[in-house]
């Protein structure tokens, strides 16, 4: 029950901040788009005849608010692909992953040619995750936004919760807590040494968006051939040539209803942010160190 009562308020407040219609984008609370999609991944279904065990998994990772819902609602268009949301209660429960043997069980029943997860809690597990695939055939997509742009999302739908859970965890409270998940002791004792009983909502988001972010290098993933980074802004900016990119790393077909929406919004940044000095600093440098690996990790 407090689980409800927690994401009911979280949407209350969306809708307050952002409007029904953004919520029903959101959520993907449209019975006609559903049922569409619906409609063409059964035909490809009967086309295609595949059999069961063939499927390979994708898991979609990163920061949440962090543009993951449109590049997953466009993967989602393509019909091979099976695609299975943070609200799927088959494979997900309060937003985290079953077990790894139910992660198993729904990919070698597969019928499609990929299966695809959103696991945004469990992204300093993507190492271990890409293991449940088989060798050789997960793959995973980091996907990451600018830290102004992620914070105001942020802020705008989960209040100060970033804020507590940072607090929990420089206080040895939240050890098990998923955004506890992977940091290790050098990470731990940045954050006892920054000023959390006075920061904003906004310095903690941004600071939440760093530790997170950099789960991508210290957990090795920009060491990973089957790993691609990919920028949310850069995204925006040139939508067709990054899902061709991206479709080529991960290795199905580009078509155009992909990116079907999605008009280029230019690459220009949000306004900064009036952030802790300290927290803007290690969020500009690994800004730079996201947009390197990114340009990389596509063109290969």
């Known amino acids: 029950m407090g689980e409800i009562m927690r994401k009911a308020a979280r949407h209350y407040r969306w809708l307050r901040t952002e409007g029904l219609a953004r919520l029903v984008e959101e959520d993907r609370l449209n019975p006609v788009d559903r049922l569409r999609v619906w409609l063409a991944k059964a035909r490809w279904r009967r086309a295609a005849n595949r059999p069961a065990g063939s499927a390979a998994a994708v898991f979609v990772v990163g920061v949440q608010r962090s543009g993951t819902n449109m590049l997953v609602r466009g993967l989602d268009r393509a019909p091979e692909v099976e695609v299975h949301n943070e609200n799927d209660r088959r494979a997900f429960h309060a937003y985290r992953l079953r077990s790894d043997d139910v992660v198993r069980d729904i990919v070698a029943r597969s019928r499609h040619e990929f299966v695809l997860f959103k696991p945004l809690c469990d992204s300093h597990r993507t190492a271990g995750l890409l293991a449940l695939g088989g060798p050789g055939t997960a793959r995973a997509i980091w996907v990451y936004r600018e830290v102004d742009g992620r914070v105001r999302s942020s802020v705008s739908k989960f209040g100060d919760s970033n804020l507590q859970a940072l607090r929990r965890i420089a206080a040895g409270r939240g050890d098990t807590a998923w955004e506890a998940g992977g940091l290790e002791e050098p990470q731990i004792a940045l954050l006892r040494g920054m000023p959390l009983d006075s920061m904003t909502p ?34 925006l900016a040139a939508p067709e040539a990054t899902m061709r990119a991206l479709s080529s790393r991960i290795g199905f077909r580009y078509r155009q209803a992909l990116v079907e929406g999605i008009a280029p919004r230019g690459a220009a940044r949000p306004e900064q942010l009036q952030l802790d000095p300290r927290v803007r600093e290690l969020c500009d440098e690994m800004q730079m160190r996201l947009d390197a690996d990114s340009r990389r990790t596509l063109a290969a």
């Open 202 to 235: 906004e310095s903690a988001s941004a600071l939440f968006w760093y530790l997170r972010n950099d789960l991508y290098f210290s957990t090795g993933l920009h060491r990973r051939d089957d790993v691609v980074l990919v920028s949310y802004d850069a995204f």
